[in-house]
């Protein structure tokens, strides 16, 4: 089992690159259903994907067609109009493939898919007065709560980069102070 997101059109760079950097910190291939709005060696996409979009694993389709043809699972819709929370389901016990899919930031999915697959249609809880989180940030709550209930696999519960004992190597006397505090 391998778990995927999906973004349907994206449209901001900026997001589409902090979901790659996202993806690249949980092993998790993303695929990409065009249109774009915007072109991938956009500047900006690669500030937001921070140095990560090498190492990002992404293939990009023509339509959901496209997609859905190429990628067997079990496919999990994020919408506004959802009735359950992301958390509600038990992705532990999906057999196969797991696919989170997001749409693109000005229409979501669209809602005949939507209405299609009502059993598979999420929504991360939050206040009634407000229409929708950032993408990227929605990507990143749903991701990890499958992640969550996978615990976390094949993920790093230490630092691997720096050394797991990094912080224990700095001196914790107040700072300015070169000796230790008397009476």
């Known amino acids: 089992m391998a778990v995927h997101v999906v973004l349907f ?83 532990a016990s999906v057999e196969g493939d797991i696919y989170l899919i997001f749409g693109k930031e000005s229409t979501g999915i669209p809602y005949e898919r939507l209405a299609a697959h009502l059993d598979h ?4 809880p939050m206040a009634g007065t407000c229409r929708s989180l950032n993408l990227s940030n929605a990507v990143a709550i749903a991701l990890y709560e499958v992640m969550r209930q996978l615990d976390y696999p094949d993920l790093s519960f230490t630092e691997v980069q720096k050394g797991e004992d990094f912080l224990e190597s700095f001196d ?12």
Do not use: W
């Open 172 to 183: 914790i006397r107040p700072l300015g102070r070169k000796d230790t505090i008397h009476e």
């Open 9 to 91: 059109e994206p449209e901001i760079p900026q997001n589409t690159g902090n979901i790659l950097r996202t993806c690249v910190a949980t092993n998790t291939k993303v695929h990409i259903i065009k249109p774009l709005g915007f072109e991938l060696n956009h500047d900006t996409l690669k500030r937001a994907a921070s140095n990560h979009l090498d190492l990002a694993e992404y293939d990009f389709y023509e339509n959901f067609e496209d997609f859905e043809s190429k990628n067997p699972g079990t496919y999990f819709y994020m919408t506004r109009y959802g009735k359950k929370p992301h958390s509600s389901f038990d992705y």
């Open 121 to 124: 249609c999420f929504r991360i």
